[in-house]
């Protein structure tokens, strides 16, 4: 029985993007991702945002909010408190 469902699974998630060949180009500047030294690797897993999901309707469905624009005076302050109590 097990045999038969771990199948169907695999069957069932035939071709839902699992380690596709998805190119990535870093962006640049600040608050952006990029690759950083001693090694510069590349992105590890770009294909996770076009696997399709197991148990959600879309990957975006339970989006966390994104960070705090840098130009916004929540940043500043936060930027400003970590400055001051990081010593």
Do not use: C, H
Not at 12 to 21: H, Q, S, V
Not at 67 to 85: G, I
């Amino acid at each position: 029985m097990g045999e038969a469902a771990a199948a169907a699974l695999i069957t069932a998630r035939a071709g839902d993007g699992l380690e596709a060949n998805v190119p990535y180009t870093p962006g640049s500047g600040p608050g952006v991702w990029q690759p950083t030294p001693p090694k510069f690797t590349p992105a590890l897993a770009p294909w996770l945002a076009q696997m399709r999901p197991f148990t959600m309707t879309s990957a975006s469905q339970f989006l966390p909010d994104g960070p705090t624009p840098l130009n916004s005076e929540e940043w500043v302050d936060d930027y400003n408190l970590t400055r001051v109590l990081g010593k």
